[in-house]
Every structure is written in structure tokens, then in C-alpha cells.
């Protein structure tokens, strides 16, 4: 009878039941996924009235004050910055438009802190070029700038992805209507890629909020900096775990804030094929655009770069390519080779469910896998690293430890690759297969994972690139001795020695950037890569 | 699985084993010859006395570095499933906290009684190994001695407004804030705190960052201990800062401890500390750190001011311990630290 009806559900095809096996491992990822945070609760919720009265301090409004005017300048900036530059190359005559097209994608190969590094060895306090500009890029300034300089791309490549499969017929007939340009910009163009800026500006939002290695470097307290300060010198660590919700929280209204903006917005039918649009001159102004062009390149790109190869140039005895370098590359390389490959593993059986079973509760399971992006770095790392000290012993300092707090912060990525690969996989080839006599498992692996393995491998990509540039969570959970690049950079840093740090920050930009070349270059990709990287 | 994807899998299992074991040494509890040492001195002033360590004692050391306030608390999180079998602090203060909470094994007397009392723990669960006295550092291209007051209490004067630099996070200056409760009493030092405060102070991270932002001209003066200078100086002779001792028995001219409790009762770790109080240990902190050895027999560097002449407030050390929790406190209370 059971057989029967199983049977019959698998003939009309309709949804049919998950297997048990298949659920339990998606339940148990989606559980690991929701550890940190729930444990954060219940360490914030043991500390009682005195860690509470944390929130209450003015100076938290303070903090509060300054970390939500950060996200908002650098978003606003990393807006305009990234919808004129899109604009800019897909939409005008702009001189070298295809060399700019892939130079203003390329500052996403340079981490952040790294970025924040080359400004202020130029232009911050006692910086080389501080005295003749007669200004010193620290602080809030500085944070900003380098934060800006790292999320633009974000909105550019979301933008230009989305101006490429605009139909041009809409811009043409405005043209062709007599619109000037800038009215066809502003009632036309705009409208049509407002989503996608949306989804870009949000991805600089999240990025800003959750940013450690900037404002550590500009010393601007913000909540992730004074929550790491908070844990490291305070004897009761209650306080941060207090402040770690509160930067959850903050997460949470901005992802909230986006997804009822995306709510109001309409969506467009896309185009059934895409050609390009006729260019807009730019005339007079083609020189400024080139030099807007060449400026943002410049600080985002050129700068840090051309610092980090005068550091190891000036550096005397070859400090720059000593044997010190190979464990913390390796060690990098190891680490985000199979945070990559496990996130994936982990993504996997979620993708499957949501994928083969939509349901209201394996929609929930996704959604709870996704709750990762609400968790800044610092907030995963300091829930684990109580949680585990206290409970764990066993694991406490371990690289699976730290693995397993890669795993969970970029499972999102992970996740958002393998449903849209598995989704594109028709399931009637797996039937097919079925009925042709393969087991469930062997038709899975012999039809369906070869089918999925590029958008799997995507995503493996992105969180390989994601643990690469990690710092905070490193910082707090590696075992003794462990070294990555990025921590090789942080702690040469924070003692000043910046030949030391220059290679392993040179080496983290050229093993990154032929990925975000890939990425520029394979451009339909673009947009669900660069979303997925957003998460980190 | 095609053949490719199979090399593909393997290679990333060989390169997840070999990190791996590379990376999982902090596991070392029971083995004979490891040894698991939280380290709150920095990697570039006493990593090199690590490797002489394992050369002379065939032990390895785990280290795990950290400014010593923060492993100080990190024990106390850890509790029974601290792998930490030494603590080597920067101060005197971490050390005491961590011997309240209880975590400090008892030393050897013959061990204690190389060192003068005024160094070590009155109930001996902490030895002194190495002296540093606190210093006001100062821009040599801005200041001339005579322009330096002698004592801490000046600097709240509103011409130091935006010339100070100090790192309110690190134990050394929250052992200062420490002995100035003692000596003067709470009010006066929050009100000292809040006055520094109050004249826009660049803050940073740790003592190196402090001279670095006097030797680039963001600040002109420097809360620090006494040794970083010569740390830099030896990479660049030409560092445009100094020294300037406070007058005897003021708050500011603290003379601390960087020091070692016991977690474990091991060979290896009392091997460790009595290693620190050898001749050898006290010779490298006297020539390769400028700092002052502890034991009789050992002597200072010459350039520095002997240890006798530099007179701190009145106070044991061992008062320091008990003080830090709140000493924390008031340090954030005055704006100091978020």
C-alpha cells in the first residue's frame, strides 16, 4: 500500500518525499549553521543586568552612531562610484572601454585592510605623501575611503551585468524619441538596474558592517573593532558576546531594509536577446571621465599594489622573498582548498531539498543555512571560541575548529552556487537514469553532480577566495602556531614591519586575482559570483 | 567519479593532512617534550629565547602569542581546558589576576629566592624574570629634556592637547593605571585619566606602534616601557626618539616585571622557568632586549639607568594582581577603551 502510493507520487512527479538520509544531513547542517548564533544568546543571556548595561553606556551610542554613518557613507559612495563606472563601459564611448571594463573589477582581488594599508602608507599620519598633499587619511576618512575603494565593484559588476541584458530597444526608442541623453540615463536607464544596484549596494553595505581589518588599521571605533577590543581586555568577555548581538541585529535591519525595498521594486521581463546599445558620446567631457576612471583604478588598484612591490623593493637583504613566507602561503592554500571543498559538501544536501522538495520547511532549512550572512566574522569566531573553550575541549584550538567556522560564515556562498547549479539540472535525466536500472545514488553521481559540477565548482571558488582574505576568525580560532597570509599580514602590521607583511599581501593579490579575472571575463557568471562574494 | 575529479579529491585530502599536522601541535598536554607557552611578550623581542630554550633542552615550544592582559583572560575563559602549561606576561598585573582566579601552580623556592621579593609574588605563585621601568618617550626633533615635566600629573596639562600617545590596551600601561590607584587613590586617577582623555590622545595598539607614531611626528610623547626604544634603534639608528625617566616614586616611573606562572606542574614548564632565571635566560634579557636581569651576577646594559636609580612608587607588585579587573574598568569608564 505504502509502495503503492509512493509509487503513484513518483509518477505524477510532483515533489516527491526526500529521502531520510538526504534530510537529516541538511538538518544537521542547517543546526551547525545556527550554532554560533544561538549560543551567542545564551552567553549574552547568562551575563545578567551588569553585561546588559553595556547596550545602556553612552558610549555604545556613540559606537552605534559612528558604525551606521560608516555604512551609510561608504554604501552611498560605493554606489555612485560603482553605477557611474558601469555606466561609464557599458553604455558610452569611453576611450580603452574594454581595459577599463576588467580594471575596475580587478580592486576586488585586493583585501580590504590591504587597501587600507597602501593609504595610509601614503597619505596617513607621517605618510610619504601626507606633508605635501597636506592631509592625513585616518579615522573616519580613512576607513571610508578604503572601504569605498573595496566595495565599489560590487555595484559595478551587479550594474554592468544588468545593463548588458537590458533590452535595448527601451533606451533606443527614448533616443529615438528625442530624449537627451541624461534624461534617457535618468528615466530609463536607471530604472531598469535599480535592482541590481540594490543587490550591490547591499552587498557594500554588509561588507562595511562587517568589516575588522580597516578600521582596526584606521583605529576607528566601530562595533566590530570595539568588540574585538572588548574580548581582548576585558576579564568578563560577556559584554562582547552583549555587543556581538547588537552588530547582529544591526545586520539583520539592513538585510530586512533591502528586502522590502526589492519587494516595491517591479520586476522587468528580461529580454529574449541582448545586443548592444548604441554608445553615448561623451564629447566634451571624455576627458574627465577617463580621468574619473583612471582615479579610482588608481587608489584601488595601482596604489596598493605599486606600495606593496615598493616595500618589498626597498626591504635590503631580500626580507621580501625569505623561506618565512612558504608556511603561512601553505597553510592559507590548505585551509581555503578545503573550506572550499566543505562548504560545498555542506551546501549540497540543503541545495538538494530546497531544490528537488520545496516546502515551507526546507525552505526554512535554507533560510536558517543562509543566517550565516547576518553574522559578521568576529561574531562567528567569538561565539565559537566561548563555546568551544568552555564545552569542547577536545577541538579547542583545532584546525577543525577553525574549518568548521569557515564552513558555517560562507556557507551562504557556497549555498547560493549549488542551487542555482542543481537547479538548472533537469531532474527527468535523473529518472531517466533511474529507469534505467541505476540506484538512486549512482544515478545521482553518474547524471546529475557531472551536470553541476561547474556551478558547484563556482561556489567552492568563491569561498576558496573568501578564506583566503579572512582575518578575524582566523585571529581568534587558528591553533598554536598556524599562520595564513592574512594573518602574516596582520601581525607584521600591527609591530609596523611592512616589508614583512608586503609579500604574503602581494601573494594573497596574485593568487586572487586570475578568480575575479575568470569572473570579469566569463560575464553571464558575473552577477551570481559577485552576489555570492558579497558574503564575505 | 571521473578519473579527474578523483586526482582532484586526493590532492586535496594529501594538502588538508599535511596542513593538518603541521598546524595541530597545540594538542600537547602529555607529551614529554612539548611545552605549550602563552606568551604575552611580543614574537620579535623574545621568539629567539624560545629556540635557545629548545636548543639547550631538546623540549619544543607551542607558542601562542598575545598581549598578556588578553591571555590573561583567555585562561580564565579556557578554565580546566587551557592547554597553556607556562604563562610568560608582560607584567606583573596579568600574572597576580591569574594567580586570584586560582591558576598558578606554587613555584620552587630555590627558584623564588633568586630574585629580590620586591620582584616576585609574596605568596609565590608568580617570579619576576626580566625589570622594565615605564618612560615618557618623546620626539627628539620637537622636545628638548628640560621641556618634559617629572612627573605623570603634568600631561593633563592642556599644552600636551593632541601630542600624547599610548596604548590603553596593553598590560604595562594598565599596570601603570594600576599603581597609581594604589599610590594616589581612585578619584585622583580617574580624574588623571579623564584629563588625559580630555587632551585628545592618539591611541593605539601596543608600545612598538607608540614610537612609530612619535618617530613619524603624529605625537610628540609616549606612555611606554623602556626597551622598545632600543628594539627600533637597532634597525634604525637614527630614530628621532628618547627616553625621559619621571622623577622617584612618581606613578609614571613604575618599575614592573615581565614575569612566568606555572598552569602545569610538568618538568618541562618548571624547566622553562628555571631556564628564564639561568644566567643564560638573564644574559639575553640584559644584551638582546635591554632590559634589567633579576638575578645577582647578570648587569644591565650600560646606557640604560641603573636599575637602583630608577625609584618607583611605593608598592609590591604583587598588589597589581588584584587591582587589574577594575583597573580595566576605570580605564573604559574615563573614555579611554570603548
Known amino acids: 500500500m505504502t509502495a503503492l502510493r509512493s509509487r503513484r507520487r513518483e509518477r505524477r512527479g510532483s515533489r516527491p518525499l526526500p529521502s531520510f538520509g538526504l ?14 548564533l544561538v549560543y551567542l544568546f545564551v552567553r549574552a543571556a547568562s551575563g545578567g543586568a551588569a553585561a546588559w548595561s553595556v547596550v545602556l553606556r553612552p558610549q555604545t551610542a556613540e559606537v552605534l552612531t559612528r558604525t551606521v554613518a560608516l555604512v551609510v557613507v561608504v554604501t552611498a559612495a560605493a554606489t555612485v562610484i560603482g553605477g557611474a563606472l558601469a555606466w561609464l563601459t557599458e553604455r ?73 541584458r537590458a533590452d535595448p530597444a527601451l533606451e533606443e526608442a527614448a533616443r529615438g524619441l528625442g530624449r537627451s541623453p541624461s534624461a534617457v540615463l535618468r528615466e530609463v536607464t536607471l530604472p531598469l538596474v535599480r535592482p541590481a544596484i540594490g543587490a ?36 568578563d568577555r560577556t559584554p562582547a558576546a552583549v555587543l556581538g548581538l547588537l552588530l547582529v541585529v544591526l545586520t539583520v535591519i539592513v538585510l530586512i531594509g533591502e528586502a522590502r525595498a526589492r519587494g516595491r521594486a517591479a520586476p522587468r521581463a528580461a529580454p529574449t536577446a541582448s545586443r548592444p546599445v548604441g554608445p553615448v ?46 608556511a603561512p602561503a601553505l597553510g592559507s592554500l590548505g585551509v581555503s582548498l578545503v573550506a572550499g571543498f566543505a562548504a560545498v559538501l555542506a551546501a549540497l544536501p540543503v541545495a538538494l531539498l530546497v531544490v528537488r522538495s520545496p516546502r515551507p520547511w526546507t525552505r526554512a532549512l535554507e533560510r536558517l543555512s543562509y543566517g550565516a550572512n547576518a553574522l559578521p566574522g568576529v561574531v562567528v569566531a567569538l561565539a ?41 539540472v533537469n531532474p527527468r535525466l535523473e529518472e531517466a537514469a533511474r529507469a534505467l536500472g541505476r540506484g538512486p545514488r549512482s544515478a545521482f553521481a553518474a547524471v546529475t553532480m557531472p551536470l553541476a559540477a561547474p556551478g558547484l565548482l563556482a561556489g567552492a571558488t568563491i569561498v576558496f577566495l573568501s578564506t583566503m582574505k579572512e582575518l578575524p576568525m582566523t585571529l581568534l580560532l587558528r591553533p598554536i602556531g598556524f599562520e595564513t597570509l592574512a594573518t602574516e599580514v596582520w601581525s607584521a602590521t600591527s609591530v609596523s614591519a611592512y616589508s614583512r607583511a608586503a609579500p604574503a599581501a602581494l601573494l594573497l593579490v596574485a593568487v586572487s586575482a586570475p578568480i575575479v579575472l575568470r569572473m570579469v571575463v566569463r560575464r553571464d557568471g558575473a552577477r551570481a559570483e559577485a552576489e555570492a562574494l558579497g558574503a564575505g | 567519479m571521473s578519473p579527474r575529479l578523483a586526482v582532484l579529491f586526493l590532492a586535496l585530502v594529501s594538502v588538508a593532512l599535511a596542513v ?12 614529554p617534550q612539548r611545552l605549550t607557552v602563552y606568551s604575552g611578550r611580543a614574537e620579535e623581542l623574545v621568539g629567539p629565547l624560545y629556540e635557545r630554550f629548545e636548543r639547550a633542552t631538546g623540549i619544543q615550544v607551542d607558542v601562542r602569542y598575545g598581549d598578556s592582559a588578553e591571555l590573561a583572560a583567555t585562561i580564565a575563559e579556557e578554565g580546566p581546558n587551557s592547554p597553556a602549561e607556562v604563562f610568560f606576561s608582560q607584567d606583573a598585573g596579568a600574572l597576580g589576576a591569574v594567580a586570584s582566579a586560582g591558576g598558578l601552580q606554587p613555584l620552587p623556592p630555590d627558584l623564588l629566592e633568586r630574585v629580590d621579593p620586591r620582584f616576585r609574588d ?15 618617550a618623546y620626539d627628539t626633533r620637537k622636545l628638548k629634556p628640560a621641556q618634559l615635566p ?24 594598565q599596570a601603570f593605571v594600576s599603581a597609581m590607584r594604589i599610590t594616589v587613590g581612585d578619584a585622583r586617577t580617574l580624574a588623571w585619566l579623564k584629563g588625559i582623555k580630555a587632551n585628545d590622545p592618539v591611541l593605539l595598539d601596543n608600545n612598538i606602534q607608540t614610537l612609530e607614531a612619535i618617530a613619524r611626528g603624529e605625537v610628540e610623547v609616549g606612555f611606554v616601557n623602556h626597551y622598545y626604544l632600543y628594539e627600533l634603534r637597532a634597525e634604525r639608528p637614527d630614530l628621532p626618539v628618547e627616553n625621559h625617566y619621571l622623577r622617584a616614586k612618581d606613578p609614571g616611573s613604575l618599575v614592573n616585571v615581565s614575569g612566568v606562572g606555572l598552569l602545569s606542574d610538568s618538568p618541562e614548564a618548571k624547566r622553562f622557568a628555571q631556564f628564564l632565571l639561568d644566567v643564560e635566560g638573564q644574559r639575553y634579557f640584559a644584551t638582546d632586549t635591554e632590559e634589567y636581569p633579576l638575578i645577582r651576577g647578570v648587569r644591565s646594559d650600560e646606557k640604560l639607568r641603573p636599575l637602583d636609580e630608577v625609584q618607583g612608587p611605593e608598592l609590591t607588585l604583587g598588589e597589581l594582581g588584584a587591582k587589574l579587573p577594575s583597573t580595566v574598568e576605570l580605564i573604559r569608564e574615563a573614555g579611554l577603551t570603548p
Open chain 1, 23 to 36: 534530510t537529516v544531513a541538511a538538518v544537521l547542517v542547517a543546526a551547525a549553521a545556527a550554532l554560533p
Open chain 1, 384 to 424: 565559537l571560541v566561548f563555546f568551544a573553550a568552555r564545552y569542547l575541549g577536545a577541538v579547542y584550538q583545532t584546525l577543525a575548529l577553525l574549518l568548521f567556522a569557515y564552513v558555517v560564515r560562507f556557507l551562504p556562498q557556497a549555498l547560493s552556487g549549488a542551487r542555482t547549479a542543481l537547479a538548472g
Open chain 2, 150 to 173: 617629572d612627573s605623570i600629573f603634568a600631561f593633563t596639562d592642556r599644552r600636551w592637547r593632541e601630542r600624547i600617545g599610548f596604548a590603553p590596551t596593553n598590560a604595562s600601561f
Open chain 2, 122 to 136: 609574596p605568596e609565590g605563585r608568580w617570579v619576576g624574570v626580566s625589570g622594565r621601568a615605564r618612560v615618557v
Open chain 1, 200 to 235: 550591490g549596494a547591499l552587498l557594500a553595505a554588509l561588507y562595511s558592517l562587517s568589516d575588522f581589518g580597516v578600521v582596526s588599521l584606521m583605529r576607528l571605533d566601530v562595533l566590530t573593532r570595539v568588540i574585538f577590543q572588548q574580548y581582548r581586555t576585558l576579564f
Open chain 2, 20 to 31: 593538518g599536522c603541521g598546524g595541530g601541535a597545540g594538542a600537547g598536554d602529555d607529551d
Open chain 1, 92 to 164: 558610452t564611448d569611453l576611450p580603452l572601454r574594454r581595459v577599463w571594463t576588467v580594471a575596475a573589477a580587478l580592486p576586488l582581488a585586493v583585501p580590504s585592510y590591504v587597501a587600507a594599508l597602501a593609504l595610509l602608507a601614503t597619505a596617513g599620519p607621517g605618510g610619504a605623501l601626507s606633508s605635501s598633499l597636506s592631509l592625513e587619511v585616518t579615522g573616519f576618512t580613512g576607513a571610508a575611503l578604503a572601504l569605498t575603494l573595496s566595495t565599489y565593484p560590487y555595484v559595478y559588476l551587479l550594474t554592468a551585468a544588468a545593463l548588458r
Open chain 1, 281 to 326: 558620446a561623451l564629447g566634451r567631457w571624455r576627458a574627465a571621465a577617463v580621468a574619473f576612471c583612471a582615479l579610482v583604478v588608481g587608489l584601488a588598484l595601482v596604489l596598493p599594489v605599486g606600495v606593496l612591490i615598493y616595500w618589498i623593493a626597498r626591504a635590503e637583504t631580500g626580507v621580501g622573498l625569505d623561506a618565512g613566507i612558504v
